[in-house]
């Protein structure tokens, strides 16, 4: 079967609209990922998101709710998102009122939550099918991506779009100098934690497509591609995004091409975009060197 | 570009040998009666206090140089018993003094005085745990746009890709700009114009050097025309022509708008020089008034200590 012709099936519909949602949302947040140097958040979040699933399986299992008719009840996502906003939401907490910085803030919730998830998951009883393995979980399946779940998706998609573009001034300001931009009256302490709450259910909802492990590489190798090529910040949001969305298209072609796992095609798109981009710049600095 | 720098030296030399003649550090204009400050605390050259109503609350005595007569409304900066803590440490303790509009204030003091903790309180970054603080009689925090703040460099994100022109039209922003329009781009390239930075325009922040930001940093302080332009260690990282020129565009600011100035530092000569007051800090006010008040050896020991004041006194 043609590319083409697999376009037409549902699943792969499916696979596409929840890959570009994800896309754009690790586009807008990966550039204040990458300007904040929270590489290790995504990480962390995403690890945060393994513990939640865990713990939602866990419930689900064990209290009938996988019986329930409605779908959503059903899945463990409904409890990972809340988990996971907690621990962004700790995070921040941590990083503000304490004398820890933001990686050891986040390595530690990143153990913890890793920890809670082995454990949920190895209690719940081997005979309790969830739709959900824990390769999935690990290295995502967007092919088996469900129309909940897409719904799923596309709402937190518009809520997290709307917040990045609606105070993109604001977290840009404190991003480049938070004392400047609080002079000014941006309440930056309030938008970081947006932002970290943002980040907690953007990467809940989007590592059951790609996977927690290739989550954190999703939110951070477009954006740091496209700050090599970048002169603004506005072009390197909008080339992060751009490439997000690329790498997610092209990836998901080649996965289905040559028949290898989607996640890990649609990672090592945007690092082949990433070497590609930095010697692009190096090309570039020389020519503005000579 | 060889003949400004030839001047600017010469202007040095010329401060260091009057400095010298007049032995202006070891001095102390008044020693025999209490200096009266701008409508500040009234302060003895060894740093007492005096306690005769004539503190923050007490009568506003001076005008600002130039500016004959009590100026109307209340002071640009007002200051009133501020204590501010920082986990066990005690970094002010009260602090009051005012400041009044059309002053040059310089902050000076050793490093750990409090100096970048004042500014931050002026700023509404910081709410002091005892006392108040105002500015132009509100709330400090209340009109940022009035305000323009020249950090010290050292804050900003060199990784951030950013032009000289973005970071400008932030000042009237306020946010930073996805695409200046035509209008901010003619204002903030008239304000880089102003700082003798109109070719900075394109530029990349990170590839510039310290006085260059400077000048930007400047650019994005003047642009929303402030009353008050507050700076903090403006000079750190900048050589000797880029720290004469930011004087001079600073009084040539305050000549041409009648704003005030109130500029941390840690260049005693620079405080001599530019500024018509001076308050001299170490965790609380050691002097507070005109340059040749406080800049003496008592109000200095007081603040440097017997040791360190020898050095500040050498600039």
Same mark, same amino acid.
């Given at each position: 079967m043609s590319l083409a012709d697999a376009l037409h099936l549902a699943f792969m519909q499916r696979a596409v609209a929840a890959g570009l949602l994800i896309a754009v949302m690790a586009g807008l947040l990966g550039v204040f990922v990458v300007q904040r140097r929270l590489s290790f958040l995504g990480a962390g979040l995403a690890h945060a998101a393994f513990g939640g699933m865990g713990l939602g399986a866990f419930v689900i299992a064990s209290t009938g709710l996988l019986a329930s008719g409605v779908g959503l009840l059903r899945h463990p996502l409904w409890i990972a998102v809340p988990f996971s906003l907690l621990a962004g939401l700790g995070i921040a907490w941590v990083r503000e009122n304490t004398a820890l910085s933001s990686d050891t803030a986040i390595g530690v919730f990143f153990a913890v939550s890793v920890a809670l998830g082995v454990l949920f998951f190895s209690i719940i009883p081997p005979d309790v099918n969830l739709g959900l393995s824990l390769m999935d979980l690990l290295f995502g399946s967007i092919l088996s991506v469900t129309r909940p779940d897409l719904w799923v998706i596309l709402a937190v998609a518009v809520v997290a779009v709307a917040f990045l573009t609606a105070s993109w001034g604001a977290l840009a300001y404190a991003t480049f100098d938070d004392e400047l931009a609080r002079s000014d009256g941006v309440p930056s302490r309030l938008l970081e934690v947006s932002l970290f709450a943002c980040a907690a259910v953007v990467i809940a909802v989007s590592s059951v497509v790609v996977g927690i492990i290739l989550m954190a590489a999703y939110l951070v190798i477009p954006a740091a591609s496209a700050r090599l090529l970048a002169r603004s910040l506005l072009q390197m949001t909008v080339l992060s995004v751009v490439l997000a969305v690329l790498s997610t298209l092209l990836g998901l072609a080649l996965s289905y091409l040559i028949d290898v796992p989607s996640g890990s095609t649609i990672v090592l798109t945007q690092a082949a975009m990433f070497v590609l981009a930095a010697a692009l710049s190096r090309r570039w600095a020389r020519g503005a060197g000579g | 570009m060889g003949r400004r720098l030839a001047g600017a030296w010469q202007a040095r030399a010329a401060r260091v040998e009057w400095a010298i003649n007049e032995n202006v550090f070891s001095l102390c204009s008044s020693v025999a009666a209490p200096a009266r400050a701008c409508g500040g605390p009234a302060v003895t050259p060894d740093g007492r206090a005096v306690p005769n109503g004539a503190g923050a609350d007490g009568p506003r005595a001076a005008a600002a =140089? &130039? *500016? =004959?007569g009590a100026p109307a409304g209340p002071p640009t900066i007002h200051m009133h018993h501020v204590g501010v803590r920082l986990g066990d440490a005690v970094v002010l303790e009260d602090v009051g003094f005012d400041v009044e509009a059309g002053c040059f204030l310089a902050i000076v003091g050793p490093n750990g005085a409090g100096k970048s903790t004042l500014v931050k309180v002026a700023l509404g970054l910081l709410t002091p745990q005892r006392g108040h603080a105002a500015l132009f009689g509100e709330?400090? &925090?209340?009109? =940022?746009? *009035?305000i323009g703040y020249v950090p010290q460099l050292k804050t900003f994100d060199r990784t951030f890709p950013a032009t000289a022109v973005e970071l400008v039209v932030s000042g009237l922003r306020r946010r930073w700009p996805a695409r200046p329009s035509a209008g901010e781009r003619e204002l903030a390239l008239a304000a880089l114009s102003r700082v003798g930075a109109e070719r900075l325009e394109r530029r990349q922040l990170a590839r510039l050097s310290g006085g260059e930001l400077q000048r930007a940093y400047l650019a994005r302080a003047l642009v929303r025309r402030p009353q008050l332009v507050l700076l903090d260690e403006p000079a750190t990282g900048v050589d000797y022509l880029a720290e004469h020129d930011l004087y001079d565009l600073l009084e040539r600011y305050q000549g041409g708008t009648g704003a005030t100035v109130a500029m941390v530092t840690h260049d005693l000569a620079a405080a001599r020089f530019h500024a018509d007051r001076v308050l001299v800090l170490n965790r609380r006010v050691h002097g507070f008034g005109t340059p040749d008040e406080v800049l003496c050896e008592p109000c200095l020991q007081a603040a440097f200590g017997h040791h360190g004041h020898h050095h500040a006194l050498a600039f």
């Open positions: - | =140089p &130039g *500016r =004959p709330m400090v &925090g209340a009109h =940022p746009e *009035r």
